[in-house]
């Protein structure tokens, strides 16, 4: 027998216990809903490089876990790291098919981070925000912190793998960087994991359909006003840092029907972008 006080027991952590599975799967899977295969794996490198191999084989509606990630990626390819059973690290195969343009596709990971933060707010009563373009934000001791992130990424010529990772149960003295939070930091009334992660799973299958239903379209779905909502980056000074080392500064006023971050410049222009890093320069305005 493993000795419970074993660095790779189940059990080595008992105030985080696994995932429960064969509960999981069968809250969630269901003849004629979304979710159609949901595995959890002790640890691996990245859920979506896992799944995103096994995408061409696969239904849409694959659910893949980690209990850890040893190699989980953010944008631009930044690491992203927490203790074994500390989060929610997990990755979903959509195939949103000839009912939506392809051209639409870039809105999934926002409306990744509107389920998210919906489910959120029912499962653990904790306010998230969402940072343009993927971030989750939660407030600790009156600080925004990031708590999560999302990153989507083609699978092949159909199929859309979109990751999602979230700080759960961390302490203060196992945050990465001093910018970082968690739930449990946060003041979640639960950090159980199978009770936010069936929330999320929800909210996400729930927004999911609503958006295909609608052909992808942002305003019609409802998608583009509920992510203006709940974004804490409109209405400040910003800074984007773009591909290619260029940089622009202004006040994020909207999100238009595209997903990009509108800037309106101190030279008066409304500049449109479509990806990159946004520096939060001051508050919100209120």
């Known amino acids: 027998m493993t000795p419970p006080d074993a660095s790779d027991s189940r059990w080595s952590d008992l ?27 002790t640890a691996t490198g990245s859920t979506n490089s896992d799944l995103a191999a096994k995408a061409a084989g696969l239904a849409e509606g694959a659910v893949l876990i980690a209990e850890e990630q040893t190699a989980g990626r953010g944008r631009l390819d930044r690491r992203w ?20 343009p392809v051209e639409r596709w870039g ?14 707010a029912r499962a653990a009563g904790v306010d998230t ?42 302490r203060a003295d196992e945050l990465p960087v001093p910018g970082a ?12 994991r199978d009770t936010l992660l069936r929330a999320v799973l929800r909210s996400l299958e729930q927004w999911y359909g609503t958006w295909r239903g609608a052909g992808g379209d942002p305003a019609a779905s409802g998608l583009q006003e509920a992510y203006a909502a709940g974004c804490a980056t409109l209405g400040r000074a910003v800074r984007a840092e ?8 202004g006040e994020a006023v909207a999100l238009d029907g595209d997903g990009r971050l509108v800037l309106a410049t101190a030279e008066g222009e409304r500049r449109p972008v479509a990806a990159g890093d ?9």
């Not at 939070?181 to 159980?192: K, P, R």
């Not at 773009?242 to 500064?249: A, I, N, T």
């Open 107 to 120: 809105w999934l990971p926002l409306l990744t981070g509107v389920a998210v933060a919906t489910g959120l």
């Open 242 to 249: 773009l591909p290619g080392g260029q940089s622009v500064r």
């Open 129 to 170: 925000a969402l940072k343009w373009p993927n971030d989750l934000l939660v407030t600790v001791d009156g600080e925004e912190r990031k708590a999560g992130g999302i990153l989507a990424e083609r699978a092949g010529a159909d199929g859309v793998v979109v990751g999602i990772g979230l700080n759960v149960t961390l």
């Open 15 to 41: 105030d985080r216990p696994p995932l429960n599975t064969t509960a999981l799967r069968r809250a969630l899977l269901r003849p004629d809903g979304l979710w159609t295969a949901l595995d959890v794996l």
């Open 181 to 192: 939070g968690s739930l449990a930091l946060a003041g979640a009334v639960s950090t159980d």
């Open 81 to 100: 790291s927490a203790p074994a059973r500390s989060g929610l690290f997990f990755s979903v195969l959509l195939k949103p098919g000839s009912s939506v």
């Open 278 to 286: 946004i520096v939060h320069l001051r508050p919100a305005t209120s």
